[in-house]
């Protein structure tokens, strides 16, 4: 490897990283067993687990297979540098073959891997929806987190019919355009795309320079074809279904479910408007150097590339880190953040 990076002239920096397995604490301190490209975290947005999956090297035969169940915790980084603590994961997978002798783990986030289970049947009435994710982070043992801008949005009525509660946030976070996840033993449920904490205070964005990535995608489509959002409800009242617009009328895309009321129908209308107007444009980007700092919902300023990409606000829908006893890089997927 070489002793300076190619981007900045610097010395080239060397990764870092503490893996605690069943009890057994595996660093390069340790004696390096970490395969080349072996080690990667994937953190992903939403209520899909995040995975790890890793390879080590079991030349000498003193490492004990982890049972499934067993805890991983993880921190990686630099060295010289503090470690960032990413977190506890569950074995789900593990192989031995050889020769050479080799152990390969994957593991789930700990938060995620239960993905709160149980079916249930439940009909929410004149309800508000920070109430419900406060019923259902109590379920689970669960701190609840709902962004200010979601919280008071009152529900008139909506049944969980044999429906596991990780289904019924997935559907709530369709229909008012949010993203529900677990993280530290808290339940989040957060408008998508806005780049704000649960409290409403704004994350400032992070800045990303082109020699940061050694590769990158940008792919844009027409966010034009849809003009606007078409949604219908029942008028009980007047025993007529109605509709409502979001945008311009001229090239609707219309939603197949009829809803119970007019502020449904709005509500989910103005969703998927939103949602129609971040997936006009994607970004993805292979770093040179892993960022252990970066999480989904963090927004981007890009610089460097063409006026468009940089004049774009991104937001982080995926990281993916990769450590070996040499080398540590990374991915980042973005889309366009609401403003």
């Known amino acids: 490897m070489s002793l300076f990076t190619q981007q900045q002239g610097r010395p080239a920096r060397t990764p870092d990283y503490r893996l605690s397995l069943s009890g057994q604490i595996i660093s390069p301190q340790l004696g390096a067993r970490l395969q080349r490209l072996r080690l990667r975290l994937t953190d992903r947005r939403g209520l899909e687990a995040d995975q790890l999956d890793i390879t080590l090297e079991d030349h000498d035969g003193r490492l004990a297979l982890p049972p499934r169940g067993a805890e991983i915790q993880l921190e990686i980084g630099w060295k010289g540098q503090a470690l960032v603590d990413r977190g506890t994961y569950i074995v789900d997978e593990v192989e031995h073959s050889g020769a050479?002798?080799?152990l390969t783990i994957r593991a789930r986030s700990a938060d995620m891997r239960q993905g709160l289970p149980g079916k249930r049947s439940q009909s929410w009435d004149d309800i508000v929806l920070r109430d419900i994710i406060a019923t259902i982070a109590a379920r689970h043992d669960l701190e609840p987190k709902t962004g200010m801008a979601l919280a008071g949005i009152r529900i008139e009525h909506i049944d969980q019919t044999d429906e596991s509660d990780l289904h019924f946030l997935?559907?709530?976070?369709?229909r008012y355009d949010a993203v529900a996840t677990i993280k530290a033993g808290n339940l989040l449920f957060i408008p998508a795309g806005q780049a704000t904490t649960a409290s409403g205070i704004e994350i400032p964005p992070i800045p990303l320079r082109r020699q940061v990535g050694d590769r990158h995608r940008y792919s844009v489509t027409d966010r034009d074809a849809y003009s606007g959002v078409l949604a219908y409800w029942n008028?009980?009242?007047g025993a007529e279904r109605r509709e409502v617009i979001v945008g311009e009328a001229d090239n609707t895309k219309a939603l197949?479910?009829?809803y119970a009321s007019e502020d449904d129908a709005l509500a989910a209308a103005n969703s998927e408007w939103q949602r129609l107007q971040r997936g006009g444009a994607e970004f993805s980007l292979d770093l040179a150097e892993g960022r252990p700092e970066l999480y989904p919902e963090t927004p981007v300023t890009l610089i460097g590339w063409k006026q468009?990409?940089?004049?774009?606000?991104?937001l982080i829908t995926e990281v993916t880190h990769d450590i070996n006893d040499a080398a540590y890089t990374g991915g980042l997927a973005m889309e366009v953040r609401s403003e």
């Open 308 to 314: 468009p990409i940089d004049a774009t606000p991104w």
């Open 100 to 102: 050479p002798d080799v």
């Open 256 to 258: 197949r479910p009829t």
């Open 170 to 174: 997935t559907r709530l976070g369709e």
């Open 235 to 237: 008028d009980t009242a």
